[in-house]
């Protein structure tokens, strides 16, 4: 069975400064890896989405990476901003089990002024 | 812009009640899932569909029925609403082909009082 970690679980930092997020999974079998963004109370924002033959993909200040024999994604965000606050959720579509994604947990960043 | 799109964001709801959640895709999907989502838990699938009138199970199927008689609409239906049912429900869509990502809609907050 597919699991996915996120870690860390919270992060607060200052602005400005550049930060990675973790995402680690099980299984190998996948299609892709994707990043969302969720603010308070709303629906899931898609970042960046990895096909599982890509090293990494680049949206803005934002950088995924993905080695799929590892089983790790990282999430890199350059120049942090206050806006960025919100969880950073990544999930899986997996080969298996109907191509249904698998999250994991989040990691709820803030970003202090 | 591609929307999924949940027809209402705050929902309050009786015990005993029968409670329809509606999801509307304009992006001829075939795919189309329901998620719930609760702190700590994190997101949970409930049910999901491949195709018109088809369903599967997903991990928290039971006190959930789901409904797609059109390709661009797949409702979650609540036959009984309890308490335990609280939650922000989450309803997102994909192509089929394994290398596409997932759309999410804005969610539902519903509570069962």
Redesign the interface.
Known sequence: KQEVTQIPAALSVPEGENLVLNCSFTDSAI??L?W?RQDP??????LL?I?SSQREQTSGRLNASLDKSSGRSTLYIAASQPGDSATY?C?V?A?QG????V????TRLTINP | DVKVT?SSRYLVKRTGEKVFLECVQDMDHE?M?WYRQDPGL??R?IY?S?DVKMK?K?DIPEGYSVSREKKERFSLILESASTNQTS?Y?C?S?L?Q??????????T?LTVV
């Open positions: 299609y892709n994707q969302f109370g709303k629906g899931l924002t898609s989405l096909q959720l999930a579509r080969i109907a191509q249904k994604l999250f994991g947990q989040g | 949940q795919n899932f994190g997101l699938l999901f491949y599967e997903g922000m989450l997102a994909s089929i394994g290398k596409y990502g997932y759309t999410f809609g804005s969610g907050r």
